[in-house]
């Protein structure tokens, strides 16, 4: 009976959506649009210096992104001293790997590495679900049938929440924002030990 | 017809800024290189790299350092625009990134080792190895670039080709190391001061 209830307790928890965990409350979601315009200018090379921390390993090099078309981007990831490691391309909800290192080609770094980029290129979202306080609104979507969550502050987007049973999963941060462009943007992953680090170069 | 003629005027024009050497101007390009890479003890030179992706609008560039000592002491620093430095020393290649120092034991990794002898030997420009690389001679204005095709096919998943561009005393002006995808870095040397004395302190991180 003991179990039951403590079981019963625990599902009452996890059923909570994230934001209303983090104390936020819903609103009506018909009004509004989530727009990512951080990588959405085809007219500009967004290269980031990137320093990536995993388990107890730092690598570093430059991510690389551009928007080729309407919803296609490119995304590769070379060396300071210009080895390409990898080089994805994402259309649509398609992904395809042009090119990655041998040592690389390992199925769950790129799934991992897929659904980060996904959500740094995806421009427009529909919204399911909308939240707010009275600073910020937080409004729900889902990518890959994941659900997100995107942080609108002063009509500004400052993180996306990537969540799994009502848990943080990974952590988006657009920080420095000058004109559309996120001079810092910060990627961690709470189940797994992984943080990207990209600090704007864009010439 | 007149249009006719000046297409190949201006083929015939293309044509002439890069040709090919003869066979004794191969081999005397080859011992100006070989000689002057012997003579060569210590080499700083600043440098711009330009990273080409076929996506992008324009390559990405960056500018910095190098230092070079004999036999395998090698240094590239880059100021600009980020600061990134990574010695290759001995077996070792020791990285300061912004501060974050990290360093990674080549010993165990025959491809490092195998790129680590290339970039030194790009770098004096001794690269004539039969063996290893198909190569071909050109002359292109008062200099010479050569073209090496690594034979290997391992290597050549990353790089398909190094072109090396010198000028009339053999020096290297100019590296480009070419990928499959037609992807390139081109790395092109200014001031460049041959048997300068470096300290070996300046190998540390």
């Known amino acids: ?203 | 017809m007149r249009n006719f003629v000046f297409i190949l005027f201006f083929i015939s024009l293309a044509v002439q800024a890069q040709t090919k050497m003869s066979v004794t101007e191969a081999e005397s390009l080859k011992t100006l290189v070989k000689q002057q890479a012997l003579t060569t003890k210590t080499i700083s030179s600043n440098f711009t790299q330009y990273k080409h992706l076929d996506f992008l609008s324009n390559d990405i560039v960056s500018k910095g350092k190098l230092a070079f000592k004999t036999p395998d002491l090698v240094k590239w620093e880059y100021t600009d625009p980020y600061n990134y430095v990574i010695i290759f020393k001995n077996e070792t290649l020791f990285i300061n990134d912004e501060g974050k120092k990290n360093q990674v034991n080549m010993g165990s990794n025959k491809l490092f080792k195998e790129l680590n002898g290339l970039i030194i030997n790009s770098i004096k420009g001794d690269m004539f190895d039969d063996e290893a690389f198909d190569i071909t001679y050109f002359k292109k204005d008062k200099n010479s670039q050569v073209h090496f095709i690594p034979k290997d096919k391992k290597s050549s998943k990353f790089i398909s080709e190094f072109q090396i561009t010198f000028n009339e005393k053999g020096d290297v002006l100019e590296v480009k190391m070419i990928e499959l995808s037609g992807d390139f870095t081109k790395i092109v040397f200014n001031n460049k001061e041959l048997n300068k004395p470096l300290a070996d302190a300046i190998f540390t991180n």
Do not use: W
């Not at chain 1, 001293?81 to 391309?89: E, H, I, Q, S």
């Not at chain 1, 690389?104 to 995806?122: A, E, G, H, P, S």
């Open chain 1, 1 to 203: 009976m003991r179990f039951l209830l403590i079981s019963l307790c625990f599902l009452v928890v996890s059923c909570g959506s994230y934001p209303k965990k983090q104390n936020f409350k819903a609103d009506n979601p018909a009004t509004k649009n989530i727009e990512n315009p951080y990588f959405s200018d085809g007219s500009l090379d967004y290269v980031y210096k990137a320093s990536i921390d995993v388990y107890d390993r730092n690598f570093s090099g430059l991510l690389i992104i551009k928007k080729i078309a309407e919803k296609e981007h490119r995304v590769a990831f070379t060396t300071e001293m210009g080895n390409k490691m990898f080089d994805f391309t994402f259309i649509e909800d398609d992904f395809k790997v042009n090119f990655i290192l041998d040592e690389l080609n390992k199925k769950i770094l790129i799934n991992i590495l897929k659904k980060d980029f996904k959500v740094l290129v995806t421009e427009n979202l529909i919204v399911s679900n909308s939240y707010s306080n009275n600073e910020i609104d937080v409004l729900e979507t889902s990518i890959f049938n994941k659900k997100h969550y995107y942080f609108i502050e002063d009509s500004q987007l400052t993180q996306v929440v990537n969540t799994k049973n009502g848990k943080e999963k990974v952590l988006f941060l657009f920080l420095k924002i000058n004109n559309h462009l996120a001079s810092q943007i910060e990627i961690k992953h709470s189940n797994i030990k992984l943080t990207i680090n990209l600090k704007s170069i864009t010439q």
